[in-house]
């Protein structure tokens, strides 16, 4: 199953994000542990709000707002998408993370054809596919 | 009792991240791969006894190699004791080494090497000494984490046979004082080949699984891909490693489209493409251009990939890029020639030149032992000669290639081909 980890950085203020090398560093080598583990699947980090913006759908009617966004503690800054057999797995990992202050990491299992009800599931089952490579699925 | 039930799971997470390691930096203290798995696996019931209570540690691997050490002392300990076998003569040499070092000694020991370790584990796993089978199993139980019974349900075996051939295969590493080390430079190609092929053979036991089957052979998949990625990051100059991942994940991205609502397979060629794994085929491709940036002349498994990766650029099956297929499986079957890969380039050659050459290549193929009961090459000869409007002759083919089929769904498939030939003239 897949996971998506969300770090949300618990900042002031968004432009108060100056890393030292230490924590780069750490963050780094986290990276490559859960690369070397063969784990992670993608990572991003995000600009601040103030380059992005939000879309609202109220009444059919499209309003953009231009960030950056109030509630700077509760923005967040990256994510990573780690494959994991359990829950309990990525949350190990997750507690890896080399994060401090108020930063906090949500852990969200990501949707998959697994996940649809049964009769689906029992449908979605895999198959024997022809051996030869380019008649196969 | 709930609590127990999540700290099991919680263990059972610990373990698939930290067992490799941890056998693999044991192997290398005691020098027995044996040993080593019997300490890791006595220090994980530690854990299941003491964490219950105490939670998970701060550091689950280092506490399950401190407990591994306990129980490496206590072994020694009894072993003098007890009336001494002539190997045990040998494993205490290594043990005394492990024993003589101590305290943040160990540990930096242990943790200076531990990429080394899970390669050294690898190459050890499939070390050509062992049968196919032996490899799969010492593979999966050592590298993957996963208990006899589980390997036992993903290869539809009985327990007992599994944990004989662990047994044996640890038992023959053992009598041949196969060293556990990571083979010299101009050896390791050959020994990753062995360790490629056993990360290949589990991936297609699970992408091959079929309908009703056990929920664990799919689970075969991940662990493959899981184990490639990994031996990539250990050996990241080797081209073909990261093609057998490029392929890997490629064929995994079509997983969700590969099976329809009915649960019946679906041929590549009808496959909604809108279902495929973008992330997976952007690994896939990734992966790719790594292999490829490797090495000028692609080896296999990077070929293979590079098959893979036409058709998952292309968005339509009628977008396929046949010529550059054909062309890939030209330098396949160059570089590994076999039936099967002749076979599978007269379909591309057909694809991206009409029916007429295709025909040529399988009818070159018709004599071959190899293929004698294989009922793709009727199958692809009557899907040929049917587009020549030769139906008499295509007719035939497909009766052929139903009688020789297992599968009942493709059986009734190609009987509905060769009926369709029946009631179109050849002339039309």
Redesign the interface.
């Known amino acids: 199953m897949r996971f998506m980890l969300m770090i949300y950085p618990g900042l002031e203020s968004e432009g108060d994000w100056t890393p030292d090398v230490e924590a780069v560093a750490a963050m780094q080598r986290y990276n490559e542990e859960l690369?070397?583990?063969?784990?992670l699947?993608?990572l991003d980090g995000l600009h601040p709000s103030s380059e992005g913006a939000r879309i609202s759908f109220a009444d059919g009617e499209r309003v953009v707002t231009d960030g950056p966004f109030a509630e700077t503690k509760e923005l967040i800054g990256g994510y990573w998408?780690i494959?994991?057999?359990?829950k309990?797995?990525a949350?190990?990992?997750a507690k890896r993370c080399p994060i401090g202050g108020d930063a906090v990491l949500e852990l969200r299992r990501i949707f998959?054809?697994s996940d649809f009800p049964s009769e689906?599931q029992?449908?979605?089952?895999?198959?024997?596919?022809?051996?030869?490579?380019?008649?196969?699925? | 009792m709930a609590a127990d039930a999540a700290t099991r799971r919680a263990i059972e997470a610990v373990w698939r991240i930290e067992s490799a390691r941890l056998i693999g930096a044991l192997a290398r203290i005691v020098g027995d791969l044996g040993l080593a798995e019997d300490l890791a696996q006595d220090a994980l019931v530690d854990a299941l006894r003491r964490w219950p209570e105490s939670g998970v540690p701060d550091r689950p691997g280092a506490w399950l190699m401190a407990a591994a050490k306990f129980r490496a002392i206590d072994l020694l300990r009894r072993g003098k004791r007890l009336e001494r076998k002539h190997e045990e003569l040998a494993r205490e040499l290594g043990l005394a080494l492990a024993l003589a070092l101590d305290g943040a000694e160990f540990d930096a020991v242990v943790n200076d090497t531990i990429e080394d370790d899970v390669l050294r584990l690898m190459c050890a796993c499939c070390h050509p000494l062992l049968s196919t089978e032996a490899r799969v199993a010492l593979t999966l139980r050592l590298l993957g984490g996963l208990q006899t019974a589980a390997i036992a349900r993903a290869f539809l075996v009985s327990p007992s046979t599994v944990a004989q051939r662990i047994v044996r295969a640890k038992r023959t590493l053992s009598a041949a004082k196969v060293p556990f080390e990571v083979p010299a430079r101009d050896e390791l190609t050959p020994r990753l080949a062995s360790v490629l092929e056993v990360l290949y053979l589990i991936f297609n036991e699970g992408y091959s699984a079929t309908a009703g089957d056990d929920w664990m052979r799919p689970q075969l998949c991940e662990e493959a891909l899981r184990l490639g990625r990994i031996l990539a990051e250990l050996t990241p100059s080797e081209s073909e490693v990261h093609g057998l991942v490029a392929l890997m994940e490629l064929q995994a991205a079509r997983t969700p489209a590969r099976i329809d609502a009915a649960g019946e397979p679906v041929l590549l060629g009808d496959q909604d493409r809108t279902r495929w794994d973008r992330l997976l085929i952007r690994r896939g491709l990734a992966a790719l251009e790594r292999a490829e940036r490797l090495e000028a002349e692609p080896g296999p498994y990077a070929l293979q990939a590079a098959i893979a990766a036409c058709h998952a650029r292309a968005r339509t099956a009628s977008a396929t890029d046949w010529p550059q297929i054909a062309a890939l499986y030209d330098a396949l079957a160059r570089r590994s020639p076999s039936p099967v890969v002749e076979l599978n380039r007269a379909v591309a050659v057909a694809m991206a030149f009409g029916p007429a050459p295709g025909l040529v290549l399988v009818e070159r193929l018709a004599g071959e032992p190899a293929l004698a009961s294989y009922h793709l090459l009727p199958s692809v000869r009557g899907e040929l000669l049917a587009k020549l409007g030769r139906s008499d002759e295509a007719r035939a083919e497909f009766a052929r290639a139903a009688s020789l089929t297992q599968n009942r769904r493709e059986r009734a498939l190609l009987e509905a081909r060769a009926a369709a030939c029946e009631q179109q003239p050849s002339w039309q």
């Not at chain 1, 029992?122 to 699925?137: C, F, I, N, T």
């Open positions: 690369t070397q583990a063969g784990v699947l993608a998408i494959q994991a057999k359990s309990e797995e949350l190990e990992w998959e054809m689906l029992d449908a979605a089952k895999l198959s024997a596919d022809p051996p030869g490579q380019a008649m196969e699925g």
